[in-house]
């Protein structure tokens, strides 16, 4: 759950880094900018992974209220193109692998998600009717990671350090230094406290509560296809 080269398709989204580059030059600031992020996302989805995981039969309801949490169209669109990445390598992959001890009815919700979602009309945008079911990666990080039994801790460590890795690899891309420095920031005393921290602050936080806690983020990434050139989805 933590192998960088697990296929989510993260490697097309720079989480509103591509966009921050643009409209902060010359100042734009990766410690900064990682800093914000990490903040942003811990608030904005963190709770869900860890609702997800305390409470995996309630995985439709979750995925339904972080549907309608997301403000920002960009970022919705790359949290259900990730999360059913994930649902597919689920599906595809890792269930095969699963502990033998591991909760059977829990891994039926998968099963049962899975069935729902494409039950869901592909066009269902074009309607006005709302979707079934969206695949928002944030609670099915947290069912997936308990059916595999990791701890409640390791699932929000894990998740978090995925969004700094991902933001990595953008930023390499992006030019902004090269993958030996990428390296050194990710093992990096300061990235450990961080994620730490940001765990620590949310690690109580309702998925009602949950927001965006710095609204400039949205606006990056929510900007970003306004961009006149770009090597991101998002």
Same mark, same amino acid.
């Given at each position: 759950?933590?192998?960088?080269?697990?296929?989510?398709?993260?490697?097309?989204?720079?989480?509103?880094?591509?966009?921050?580059?643009?409209?902060?030059?010359?100042?734009?600031?990766?410690?900064?900018?990682?800093?914000?992020?990490?903040?942003?996302?811990?608030?904005?989805?963190?709770?869900?992974?860890?609702?997800?995981?305390?409470?995996?039969?309630?995985?439709?309801?979750?995925?339904?209220?972080?549907?309608?949490?997301?403000?920002?169209?960009?970022?919705?669109?790359?949290?259900?193109?990730?999360?059913?990445?994930?649902?597919?390598?689920?599906?595809?992959?890792?269930?095969?692998? *699963?502990?033998?001890?591991?909760? *059977?009815?829990?891994?039926?919700?998968?099963?049962?998600?899975?069935?729902?979602?494409? $039950?869901?009309?592909?066009?269902? $945008?074009? $309607?006005?009717?709302?979707?079934?079911?969206?695949?928002?990666?944030?609670?099915?990080?947290?069912?997936?990671?308990?059916?595999?039994?990791?701890?409640?801790?390791?699932?929000?460590?894990?998740?978090?350090?995925?969004?700094?890795?991902?933001?990595?690899?953008?930023?390499?891309?992006?030019?902004?230094?090269?993958?030996?420095?990428?390296?050194?920031?990710?093992? $990096? *005393?300061? *990235?450990?406290?961080?994620?730490?921290?940001?765990?620590?602050?949310?690690?109580?936080?309702?998925?009602?509560?949950?927001?965006?806690?710095?609204?400039?983020?949205?606006?990056?990434?929510?900007?970003?296809?306004?961009?006149?050139?770009?090597?991101?989805?998002?």
């Amino acid at each position: 759950m933590s192998d960088s080269a697990l296929p989510l398709g993260s490697f097309a989204f720079s989480s509103g880094l591509e966009s921050y580059l643009a409209h902060t030059k010359p100042k734009s600031s990766f410690a900064t900018f990682l800093e914000l992020s990490l903040a942003s996302y811990a608030s904005t989805t963190l709770p869900f992974v860890l609702a997800a995981y305390r409470e995996p039969l309630e995985l439709v309801e979750l995925d339904d209220i972080q549907d309608a949490a997301i403000m920002c169209t960009v970022a919705r669109r790359a949290s259900v193109a990730q999360g059913r990445a994930l649902l597919s390598i689920w599906d595809r992959s890792i269930r095969s692998a *699963v502990p033998v001890d591991a909760s *059977v009815e829990v891994s039926n919700i998968l099963k049962d998600f899975s069935i729902l979602l494409r $039950s869901t009309p592909s066009n269902h $945008s074009a $309607s006005n009717d709302l979707p079934i079911a969206s695949a928002h990666l944030g609670p099915l990080f947290g069912v997936i990671a308990n059916v595999l039994g990791l701890s409640v801790q390791q699932t929000a460590y894990v998740f978090m350090l995925s969004h700094v890795k991902a933001l990595l690899s953008a930023a390499v891309r992006a030019s902004m230094f090269g993958p030996y420095q990428a390296q050194k920031i990710l093992a $990096s *005393v300061g *990235v450990q406290d961080e994620i730490s921290n940001v765990i620590k602050k949310e690690w109580q936080t309702k998925v009602e509560d949950a927001g965006q806690v710095i609204p400039v983020m949205d606006l990056w990434v929510g900007r970003h296809e306004m961009l006149y050139s770009r090597i991101f989805n998002s």
